[in-house]
């Protein structure tokens, strides 16, 4: 846009704007126009919005002198929008209306391109909406994306065309991120966000750019090393308090091992080595985050021997040309283990002897099948005195009379056995399975309260 003139033939330069991020107590947006000797302001929690379809909140703030506009660099604490400033985007405006009701404008920017209206809704509070259409290849972040799974297996005969990961003993997540704010949904759809807030420091290293990663959220033990139980502390956890306290005890960290959506744009279905390209670029790493490696041209036998001495839970192999596919579970990705764990529906338990008189003895375990819920089982170890309470009062407002297996019991045994519907999901650690087709030697693992029921597979 060039310079206007005036009556008398004077150029007059076109007004500027700015937009810088905000990295002060809450990640935010100050949006700038030049008007009348001052920067007249708004702070855009989201930032400006995409598509006409959605409208962004915009807090209208007091005026900043005209020298604001090139401020970058840190506010010390303390003082009034403490935190880091960098100027996002800068440029010209075209000015189609400035009044009480709204501000209409067209801005020229390297990132901000686009005919916007301003318009205020109630007090300082005001809506910014776009008025141009969206990019045409613009796509909305989803919803919802349900993780893609692997197949239990071996590994393959020949290491070509196959992609090596390390396989972590945490809950897999797949983390929403758009305005420096942060979603994250369990395999069953259950809100992580609450649960574990250092994932909100994706948003904020992200800042503008808004995508979709899918991984795991990991407890390490002091060695280093992924420990479930460890997570386990922080799951199902009510109030913020309990939260706060425990992540402090507890601390947790998210590996990002895929990148479903960025920037507009769906990923799905790109093959794996260009997702992996995309997520790389973005450079995760940061105090309770990081992109774990994707391993290729080597043997595979040699990864997995690597991930035995971290005392990690095995490896993930993935098809390097493979799309990723929502939900199903496929052959393009296939999981080795070194610890031979089972997921398990809880359908029972019997009452504990001796000392344990009144407590929980053992879990009967079941399996899902097309026939119902066949019995794999009990596991009587691997619980502490606390949990074992956690799990009766987890368990009695489940129980009927009415076994959930289809196995029958003996007189004996249903005397002894208490029976619940089958609604949670646990995990076990076990040697082999039985020629009946039992667990040999299972250990607690704890719950699976990011599975679902129909999820639940036998493992080989």
Not at 85 to 110: A, N
Not at 152 to 166: I, K, V
Not at 332 to 349: D, H, M, S
Not at 379 to 399: D, Y
Request: contains cysteine; neutral net charge; hydrophobic residues 35%.
């Amino acid at each position: 846009m060039g310079a206007k003139r005036s009556r008398n033939g004077k150029q007059h330069a076109p007004p500027r704007f700015v937009i810088q991020e905000h990295h002060a107590r809450a990640l935010h947006w100050d949006f700038r126009l030049e008007r009348d000797g001052v920067l007249v302001s708004w702070a855009l929690p989201k930032g400006l919005p995409v598509s006409p379809k959605r409208n962004h909140l915009a807090v209208h703030t007091e005026d900043h002198p005209l020298d604001y506009a090139d401020f970058e660099g840190e506010i010390p604490k303390g003082e009034y929008g403490g935190g880091h400033v960098d100027i996002w985007d800068r440029g010209t405006y075209e000015l189609e209306k400035w009044s009480e009701k709204e501000v209409m404008f067209v801005l020229h920017g390297d990132k901000a391109e686009g005919r916007y209206v301003l318009f205020p809704t109630r007090g300082k509070n005001w809506m910014i909406h776009r008025m141009d259409p969206a990019p045409p290849d613009y796509e909305p972040i989803p919803t919802s994306i349900k993780p893609m799974l692997a197949l239990s297996g071996r590994l393959p005969a020949s290491d070509e065309g196959w992609a090596y990961e390390f396989k972590w003993d945490g809950v897999r997540a797949v983390v929403y991120v758009e305005g420096g704010r942060v979603r994250a949904l369990s395999r069953n759809d259950k809100d992580l966000a609450e649960s574990f807030p250092e994932l909100r420091q994706i948003g904020e290293f992200l800042g503008s750019r808004s995508a979709v990663l899918d991984g795991e959220i990991v407890a390490f033990d002091e060695e280093g090393r992924p420990s479930f139980g460890r997570l386990q502390q922080r799951l199902n956890l009510v109030s913020s308090p309990q939260v706060a306290r425990r992540a402090k005890e507890v601390p947790a960290s998210f590996l990002a091992f895929d990148l479903l959506y960025f920037e507009g744009h769906s990923c799905l279905s790109l093959p794996y080595d260009d997702r992996r390209k995309l997520l790389e670029k973005l450079e995760l790493e940061g105090d309770t985050f990081a992109t774990p490696p994707s391993i290729h041209g080597r043997k595979g036998e040699d990864i997995l021997e690597i991930s035995k001495e971290r005392g990690l839970e095995g490896v993930v192999i993935k098809r390097r040309d493979s799309r990723y596919s929502p939900g199903q579970r496929s052959g393009a990705w296939l999981k080795v283990k070194n610890l031979r764990t089972q997921e398990v529906v809880i359908g029972g338990w019997t009452e504990g002897r001796g000392e344990r008189a009144g407590s929980l003895g053992a879990l009967l375990l079941g399996i899902p099948s097309e026939g119902g819920l066949t019995y794999a089982g009990k596991v009587g170890t691997g619980f502490s005195a606390s949990t074992r309470k956690e799990m009766l009062e987890a368990l009695e407002p489940l129980a009927t009379g009415k076994s959930p297996f289809t196995e029958r019991f003996s007189p004996a045994e249903t005397a002894l056995a208490r029976f619940v519907q089958p609604k949670i999901v646990g995990e076990v650690q076990y040697s082999e399975w039985t020629a009946d087709g039992h667990l040999r030697h299972p250990s607690w693992r704890g719950l699976r309260l990011d599975k679902r029921v129909d999820e639940v597979v036998r493992e080989s």
